[in-house]
């Protein structure tokens, strides 16, 4: 059943099938059990079936995980005086399009949890990738220890994993990419990509990055969620006073400016059953001419 699936699908992917493989998927989506390898012409992803996996989403939709946002940063890439550091790797949604078509950059992996690791490990094998580095720690403010849950049960997919401080989970090892780059763990260059997807955790690893951001041409594209608030008092003060000390603008992703004040006005506006306001983009103002 396996075989016949993954064969159907890439056939879907290669020749734009969708309104067709939308028909047999959902009948076919309760009879698949075995994780499938989706063809995406310049890379392959290895997707699993099951409920709360993040990359059954690929399954369903045919389309990388939040594929728009991997190429804008894949076209802002442009040269080779560049690195890209992924902040919350899970199976390598970003990283691994981002390293088969920017092959000539240096890629860190970041993710404390080695169930998400094992199956980004699985996707650099599959598509034979040589310049990808992976570390299983979280990365915060500065360096510590603190908390990891990645029990599935307690989440609603395996991309909602979280660090906390209330001893959920296992104890782990916690790093800022300052310190990262001092003890020579990641190679920094004149331009750094920086994507964050840590549940609530952003701005703990945002102000671990103040000397990177100072030193180099940053550009760090981060998700803004109701969780950020849970994990903060007076959050609005603190960033705001953190974006005007650093000399930070806000974009969205059509690159149009944003005012902090805005984004925390409409994320209180934002219904129950709606986590994530949208993705943003963190780059210097004096590096603003990307």
Not at 118 to 143: A, R, S, T
Not at 175 to 199: A, C, G, H, R, T
Request: proline residues 1%; glycine residues 2%.
């Amino acid at each position: 059943m396996s075989y016949f699936y993954q064969y159907f699908a890439n056939i879907s992917i290669r020749y734009k099938l969708k309104t067709f493989y939308k028909i047999f998927y959902n009948i076919f989506k309760f009879f698949l059990k075995k994780k499938i390898i989706l063809n995406f012409v310049k890379y392959k992803f290895i997707a699993y079936p099951q409920k709360k996996e993040l990359s059954r989403w690929m399954i369903r939709n045919l389309k990388i995980w939040d594929e728009s946002m991997i190429y804008l940063i894949i076209k802002n890439i442009k040269e080779n005086n560049s690195i890209f550091i992924d902040i919350g790797c899970n199976y390598g949604a970003y990283s691994i399009p981002i390293s088969k078509i920017k092959n000539k950059i240096d890629v860190y992996c970041f993710d404390p949890s080695k169930k998400s690791l094992d199956k980004l490990v699985e996707n650099i094998k599959l598509n034979k990738i040589q310049n990808i580095k992976y570390f299983k720690i979280g990365i915060g403010e500065k360096e510590k220890y603190s908390f990891f849950d990645d029990n599935l049960k307690n989440y609603k997919n395996s991309g909602s994993y979280q660090i906390n401080d209330d001893k959920r989970g296992t104890r782990i090892q916690i790093n800022s990419i300052d310190n990262l780059i001092k003890k020579k763990i990641i190679y920094p260059k004149k331009k750094i990509f920086i994507k964050m997807d840590i549940e609530g955790y952003e701005f703990f690893a945002l102000q671990g990055l103040i000397k990177t951001i100072n030193k180099f041409n940053v550009m760090i594209f981060f998700e803004f969620s109701k969780k950020i608030l849970e994990n903060h008092e007076n959050l609005e003060t603190k960033m705001s006073k953190f974006i005007k000390d650093n000399n930070l603008i806000i974009y969205n992703s059509n690159f149009v400016e944003q005012k902090l004040e805005k984004l925390f006005s409409d994320i209180k506006k934002l219904k129950k059953d709606h986590e994530v306001l949208d993705n943003f983009i963190l780059v210097n103002d004096n590096n603003s001419n990307y």
